[in-house]
């Protein structure tokens, strides 16, 4: 099985950071990686698919990359609404693993 | 608007069955792939199963692979997860989600989710 793993696993920024969470699998996955969004009580949200490309409805502020085995999600400016539980996940093969998670709290 | 509402979630003694299901709506429910992903209490995501759009293709995450079975009845537009001898470690929020494509094949993504239902295995 393909093994995701994210860093940091919890980080405390203000609003109107730059923050960037990484996502490294253990095998090259080309770009199929995903990001979610998790509020607490709500269903994941989609935020980025294949790696870069932003899901509808979700703002510029997001952005995804990488290859291989190394991704990044970055907001580029944090919004009251940006903290959150961000995921990623593998579907280059199944099991479509999902990374441990990284909570987003507000310093 | 596209939509996904789970049931059949509750309490169950460990070693029993439940069977879980996902109502589609506001999509060609037979044009996707299906997925269910859990989330144990105060836990990260867990992948758990995926069925292809025709009901052929089916893949299991390791830890339910043999317990739990995947289906879909396109005609009524639902998917189900029956899931049989349970466990205390089965306890968590259950999500169906919907597939970008309609095999099972590299590079999907899930989108939309349900909200989820909960299922508690205890004695």
């Known amino acids: 099985d393909i093994q995701m793993t994210q860093s940091p696993s919890s980080l405390s920024a203000s609003v109107g950071d730059r923050v960037t969470i990484t996502c490294r699998a253990s095998?090259?996955?080309?770009?199929?990686v995903n990001w979610y969004q998790q509020k607490p009580g709500e269903a994941p949200k989609l935020l980025i698919y294949?790696?870069?490309r932003l899901q509808s409805g979700v703002p510029s502020r997001f952005r995804g990359s990488g290859s291989g085995t190394d991704f990044s999600l970055t907001i580029s400016s944090l919004q009251p609404e940006d903290f959150a539980t961000y995921y990623c996940?593998?579907?280059?093969?199944?099991?479509?693993?999902f990374g441990p998670g990284t909570r987003l709290d507000i310093k | 608007q596209v939509q996904l509402v789970e049931s059949g979630g509750g309490v169950v003694r460990p070693g029993r069955s439940l069977r879980l299901s996902c109502a589609a709506s506001g999509f060609t429910f037979n044009n996707f792939a299906m997925n269910w992903v859990r989330q144990a209490p105060g836990k990260g995501l867990e992948w758990v199963a995926v069925l292809s759009s025709d009901g052929t293709i089916k893949n299991y995450a390791n830890s339910v692979r043999g317990r739990f079975t995947i289906s879909r009845d396109n005609s009524k537009n639902t998917l189900y997860l029956q899931m049989n001898s349970l466990t205390a470690e089965d306890t968590a929020v259950y999500y169906c989600?919907?597939?970008?494509?309609?095999?099972?094949?590299?590079?999907?993504?899930?989108?939309?989710w349900g909200q989820g239902t909960l299922v508690t295995v205890s004695s």
């Open positions: 294949v790696a870069s």
């Open positions: 996940q593998q579907t280059y093969t199944t099991p479509r693993t």
């Open positions: 989600a919907r597939d970008a494509y309609k095999m099972v094949i590299g590079g999907g993504w899930l989108d939309p």
């Open positions: 095998q090259s996955i080309t770009t199929y």
